[in-house]
């Protein structure tokens, strides 16, 4: 079946710009991470959705991060007024169930570059 | 000092060799704990979970030790398709959902 897809592979942007990064999960997936990676450094978690609802955004590092998943499926990371510490790889990854016993599956990608 | 520690290498190792690497955390509080794997420029992929008891999966072994807080992989008869980073993850503590990633120890298999 389908895995995880993310939307763009790779978005280059200015300092100051919004962008929208893009996850679609597996099917019938509820549990949806995003994560970012910069080089050399493992994921680091920014925000949980179980089914539609955030259940825990403690990861994102300040409110110009902002996700949302309003269907229960499709999430949407949004950065507002991005700057160059921004950049990194944005991963998406979704599970059957919030549980840390579940794989979570990933997704390519997104590899944000801010000029 | 970080939540889950690795030697980030890289290991440079022959062909056919017997690699070993280990990883440490620092929350006793953790319970679940996983090896995986992530090639170049790709997303992770899970390579094994671990459990109390030790467990193989054809060439690889993961151990856990829970007093001294560590984790091991094991890997025998390498192969040149082996080469790539592995991050050991484990569960935060008093978290059943959120895991703490390693930053990865890379290895090359030489032929």
């Known amino acids: 079946g389908a895995g995880v897809s993310q939307t763009p592979s790779n978005k280059v942007t200015e300092k100051g710009k919004y962008v929208e990064l893009r996850c679609d999960p597996i099917?019938?997936?509820?549990?949806l991470y995003w994560y970012r990676q910069s080089l050399g450094q493992g994921p680091e978690f920014l925000i949980y959705f179980q089914g539609t609802g955030a259940a825990d955004d403690s990861g994102l590092p300040n409110d110009r991060f902002f996700a949302v998943r309003p269907e229960g499926s499709v999430s949407t990371l949004k950065i507002q007024r991005t700057e160059r510490g921004d950049s990194a790889v944005y991963l998406c990854?979704?599970?059957?169930?919030?549980?840390?016993?579940?794989?979570?599956?990933f997704g390519p990608g997104t590899r944000l570059t801010v000029l | 000092r970080k939540e889950v520690e690795q030697d980030p290498g890289p290991f440079n190792v022959p062909e056919g060799a017997t690699v070993a690497f280990n990883c440490t955390y620092s929350?006793?509080?953790?319970?679940?704990f996983f090896w995986y794997r992530q090639d170049c420029r790709k997303e992770p992929k899970l390579l094994m979970s671990v459990y109390s008891s030790g467990n193989e999966d054809g060439r690889f072994t993961a151990q856990l030790n829970r007093a001294s807080q560590y984790i091991s992989l094991l890997i025998r008869d390498s192969k040149l398709s082996d080469s790539a980073t592995y991050l050991c993850?484990?569960?935060?503590?008093?978290?059943?959902?959120?895991?703490?990633w390693g930053a990865g120890t890379k290895l090359i298999i030489k032929p």
């Open positions: 990854a979704s599970g059957r169930q919030g549980s840390s016993y579940n794989e979570q599956f």
């Open positions: 929350n006793s509080a953790s319970q679940s």
């Open positions: 993850v484990v569960n935060k503590g008093g978290s059943n959902y959120q895991l703490i």
């Open positions: 099917s019938g997936h509820t549990a």
